[in-house]
């Protein structure tokens, strides 16, 4: 499956910003999906995950309640609802996807099988 990312760019502290993640290829209702990001100088980091029932979500504790991952199969489209954003959350933002998926390795880089090539969401303070 091919992943494209898009929806980043500049926002001000405490704005909002919606990623999308569109899937190509196999079926996308097959995979869960996430959310990472990676900032300057920073190891990639776990933001968000989506089991492909849609039923189960994680996140990381920085952004509960902030963010809100979503799917839409039909479009073959995973979202990320950013709010209440912080200087902190500027990174680029990958979404990938898993075709074998547990919410206890949604957080592990290695449990996803396909990345989209990143989309940079820069907050101003």
């Not at 910003?17 to 920073?42: D, H, N, V």
């Not at 952004?63 to 954003?85: C, E, H, P, W």
Request: contains cysteine; hydrophobic residues 40%.
């Amino acid at each position: 499956v091919q992943l494209q990312a898009s929806g980043g760019g500049l926002v001000q502290a405490g704005g909002s910003l919606r990623l999308a993640c569109a899937a190509s290829g196999r079926t996308f209702s097959s995979y869960s999906m996430a959310w990472f990001r990676q900032a300057p100088g920073k190891e990639r980091d776990f933001v968000a995950a989506l089991s492909r029932s849609g039923t189960t979500t994680r996140y990381a504790d920085s952004v509960k309640g902030r963010f809100t991952i979503s799917r839409v199969d039909a479009k073959n489209t995973v979202y990320l609802q950013m709010a209440s954003l912080e200087p902190e959350d500027t990174a680029v933002y990958y979404c990938a996807a898993a075709a074998s998926w547990s919410p206890f390795s949604a957080y592990r880089a290695s449990a996803y099988d396909y990345w989209g090539q990143g989309t940079l969401v820069t907050v101003s303070s």
